[in-house]
């Protein structure tokens, strides 16, 4: 087993670019959601890394995913891979994620989506530093009430309620676990690229260039 460098782990799951983004359609092309899912990918492996070398917290970073050409981009040494044989969904690759993170010995996991609009430094080293507790969960509630970061401790502290509502199920199942829950707001944070009206201030970044080949 390979020993942990941190006690946190901040895995993104990220699935095939081709099926990304569904809720863009029938406004974009496949190809186009494809474009703008690869460039948030870039853009969120690229914050982490930065943030890494600047946060106070020390984590380590993982991608889990099903995709083949999603793993032959995860090239930077200090990216673990997690690697799923099929895809099952993404609170599967979630679940798949905690369990690699309690084998390796990390003592928290913070999931992080690969679809925040601007990720915020200042805002994500806040976040970060909620999580204590040794049974905790520290919540980011997206604008639609989904959840766009959760910090697990222990990294299987919950099963894993991704979807429509996963924020009030998340929270629910806190109280069902006895979990000390902590509710945490961002303006940052709470902001994801669902919909067109989600991507229209950043249309031009996201969708205006072609993602390349380059080593994260």
Known sequence: MTESLHKMLVVVPVKNFARAKSRLGPQLSVHERAIVAANLFEQTLSFLLDTQTRSQTGFDIAVVTSSQDIAGRVKDQRVHLIFEDQENGLNAALTTAADWAKTHGYERLCVLPADIAAPDFDEFERLLG???????????????????VLIATPPDALPFSFGEGSFLKHQKQAAELGLDCIIAPSPSFSKDIDYMEDLSAHRHRLLGKHP???AV
């Open 130 to 148: 909620l999580a204590g507790s040794p049974r905790s969960l520290v919540l980011c509630p997206a604008h639609d009430f989904g959840t766009n």
């Open 212 to 214: 390349h080949r380059r």
